[in-house]
């Protein structure tokens, strides 16, 4: 770690919501790397004052004046926007608050962006191994990210202010996607994206019961507005408008049981959807049980995202599923 006394050489910008312990890790994280170059690290959260105190205002990285924790209000693309605004460096890095860092991430970030000075870098993101027990659970959340991938995301991502400065940051209306809608800015505008597969990061892994999951997802309703803004986007889904396969597959699924009331053969839409689902843990015997066991939740969840994703679509003037 090293003391912020002049010009700074990279701004790594955190917007945090609801996750004091995850901030907490991330900065123990931060404090251990190994880059030896000036940088500085921008909190913008929204905690009161007793957690911001405790969790940010106390902690080594805040002390050795590498921290400045900045209170804003807002989804995750105005808070990111306050950040980068707010800070000094000509390169920004973004990492998200439940992830942490590798003790060379920033280094190994820098570095690629110094071998490719006007590109977007983007490092690679690994579930957190700390936490792989958690995988084990039916209905979990955490991000498996090879550089370059389709939507480069914020979690681990560089970009040159001076592009971040052309392009106007990020679009606050968009309430999730906002990261995608901005590297397809940038690649519109002539951007590379770059791939720092050594800039590690880890994610967190997140358990939650199916209601709990259900409302996690509620958000997949807004990305019909990203879709709408980027219609290019449709080139990588199936059919043109299902999200993913598993959104194609659980609709044809549910519509062929609807189906199958009137015409018993219809129930056939559901076999793709029961194939893919029971090896959704692996072939084997025990894995296949437990995913079978597990297919109801799987399908209500899926379904669910796939109707959210249809009120959305309803509310954006674009169909999105």
Not at 67 to 73: N, S, T
Not at 93 to 107: G, K, N, Q, V, Y
Not at 185 to 202: D, F, K, T
């Amino acid at each position: 770690m090293r003391v912020v006394d002049g010009p700074i050489a990279v701004s790594v910008v955190v917007a945090s919501h609801a996750r004091e312990l995850r901030l907490r890790w991330l900065l123990n994280s931060l404090e251990d790397q190994t880059f030896d170059g000036p940088w500085e690290l921008l909190i913008v959260h929204d905690y009161d004052p007793a957690p911001a105190e405790r969790v940010i205002h106390r902690h080594p990285l805040t002390t050795a004046g590498v921290v400045r924790a900045i209170e804003g209000e807002g989804g995750p693309g105005r808070r990111r926007n306050v950040g980068w605004r707010a800070s000094r460096g000509e390169l920004i890095a973004f990492i998200d608050d439940d992830c942490r860092a590798e003790r060379d991430w920033l280094e190994r970030l820098v570095a690629a962006a110094r071998q490719h000075p006007a590109d977007v870098i983007q490092g690679r993101t690994r579930p957190d191994p700390f936490e792989e027990p958690v995988l084990k659970a039916p209905h979990v959340r955490t991000l498996n990210i090879e550089p370059v991938n389709a939507y480069r995301e914020t979690c681990n991502i560089l970009y040159p202010r001076e592009l971040l400065e052309r392009l106007g940051g990020f679009d606050e209306r968009a309430v999730t996607g906002e990261d995608v809608d901005l590297s397809l800015r940038a690649i519109a505008a002539g951007a590379e994206i770059s791939a720092a597969p050594e800039a590690l990061a880890y994610h967190a892994i997140e358990s939650f019961t199916l209601p709990g999951i259900l409302r996690q997802n509620l958000k997949w309703r807004y990305l019909a507005y990203l879709v709408k803004q980027h219609p290019e986007l449709r080139e990588q889904f199936p059919l043109g408008i299902f999200w993913d396969e598993d959104h194609m597959l659980v609709t044809a699924a549910a519509a062929g049981l609807l189906g199958a009331r009137r015409h018993p053969w219809l129930a056939v839409l559901a076999a793709p959807y029961v194939r893919k689902a029971s090896r959704r843990r692996g072939r084997a015997r025990q894995q296949r049980a437990l995913a079978l066991a597990e297919l109801p939740g799987q399908a209500v969840r899926q379904f669910a995202e796939v109707l959210g994703m249809a009120a959305g679509s309803v509310r954006h003037g674009t169909l999105l599923l």
